[in-house]
C-alpha cells in the first residue's frame, strides 16, 4: 500500500460546477485583468449605465440633528441625485472620534419604510443596522431607495413604473447603483471621513445593492451583503429580474430571459469584479425568497478559487445557515466582526 503522502487515493476530486467558466482560460493574475475588463464592460452595459444623467452638485442639506445617548449624532439629510431628483438618508457620526474614521454605507430591504428601518425609527429592529455599527466607531451613511420612505412613487412602494417612463432606456439597478455611489461622495465630503476605508452592507435588496455598488465602484474597499438575490442561470422564476409590474429590476432583459437565452453576465462574473477587495456573503439554504440557493454554495467555492489565485484568500468569506431570509444573530455579529477587521485595522 502507497504512504498517506504520496496515495492517490488521499487526491482532494475537484469540483465542477456551471460556475467553471469565470475562470475558464485564466491561469495568472494578468489573465485575470484582461477578464475583468471585459466583464466591466459587460456589466455597465448590464445597468445601461450609458444612458444615465449627469451626476448633479451634491447640495447636501441638514433637516434634523439628534444626539443618541451621548454616543453618536443621527443627522436627517438630503442630497442631490439627479437635477430634479433628492435623496434622503441618515447619516450616524460618532461623538468621541480620534482621527479620519472608517464608513458604511448601509443598504435596507424591500420595505416601505426605507431608511427608517435601517436608522431605527421603525419596522425590524434587527435590521436596524445604523445604531449598532455608529456605536462601534463606524461613520454610517443609510440611504433610502427611490421606490421607498419618503420617495414611494403614486403606484406604491417599489413600483418602477414611474422610474421607467422617465428613463426608458435605463435600468432600476442602474439608478439604485448611481445613488448609492452618490451617498460614497456624501461620505468623502465628510471631514472625518478615511476615504480609504469605506465598506457597504445590506440585506435582501439592499444585499445585492451592496455587491451591485462594489462592483460599480471601487471605492469600496469592504462588502458584506446578507441574503441577496439568486443568479440568472439558476433561476426557476425566469420573471424576478424582469417582471413587465412592481419592481423591474432590468427591463430589457424581458425577452431574453423568458426565451431561457443566455445573458452577457451572470451573479457571479458580477461579485468577481469586487475582488481581490474583502467580500463576506451570508446566505440561507432554505431561502424561500430565492431558489436554488445551494448552488450559490458552488458558486462561492468558485468565487474563492479567484481569490487564491489573485494570492488573496483571506479576503473572501462565506457563510450559509438555515434560517431563512433573515438576519439572524449570529449574522449580524458575523457582520459587524467582518467589517471591523477589514476597516479598522
Known sequence: MSDFHGSALYETPRIFSSWDDLLEGISCAQDWELRRVDLRRRFLEL???????????????????????????????????????????????????T??????????????????????????????????????????????HFGSGRRIPPE?????GHFYRKHPGWTAVGKSTFEHSIAIDVLQS????DSSRIGCMGHSLGGHGAYFLAAYDERVTAVASNCAGASFRHNPDVELYARDHWYVYFKHLRPVLLAR??????????????????FLDISALNDVHFAS?????????????????????GQFSFFVHGQGHSMPLESRHLLD?????????
Open 337 to 345: 466582526a467582518f467589517l471591523s477587521a477589514r476597516l479598522k485595522s
Open 156 to 160: 406604491g412602494p417599489y413600483d418602477t
Open 99 to 144: 482621527g479620519p474614521t472608517p464608513a458604511v454605507v448601509a443598504l435596507h430591504g424591500t420595505t416601505p419604510q426605507g431608511t427608517e428601518q435601517t436608522g431605527g425609527l421603525s419596522g425590524d429592529p434587527n435590521k436596524a443596522y445604523l445604531d449598532p455599527l455608529c456605536r462601534k466607531g463606524f461613520i454610517v451613511i443609510a440611504p433610502e
Open 293 to 313: 440557493q445551494s448552488q450559490r454554495v458552488l458558486m462561492m467555492l468558485k468565487l474563492a478559487e479567484l481569490y487564491a489565485l489573485l494570492d488573496q484568500p
Open 261 to 278: 437565452q443566455p445573458l452577457p453576465i451572470d451573479l457571479h462574473e458580477i461579485i468577481a469584479l469586487i475582488a481581490p477587495r474583502a
Open 47 to 97: 445597468l445601461r449605465d450609458a444612458v444615465k444623467p449627469p451626476k448633479p452638485p451634491l447640495d447636501l442639506h441638514i433637516e434634523e440633528t439628534v444626539v443618541v445617548d451621548d454616543s453618536y449624532e443621527r443627522l436627517s439629510i438630503t442630497y442631490a441625485v439627479e437635477a430634479d431628483e433628492r435623496a434622503h438618508a441618515y447619516l450616524g457620526i460618532p461623538l468621541k472620534l
Open 190 to 193: 465628510l471631514p472625518q471621513v
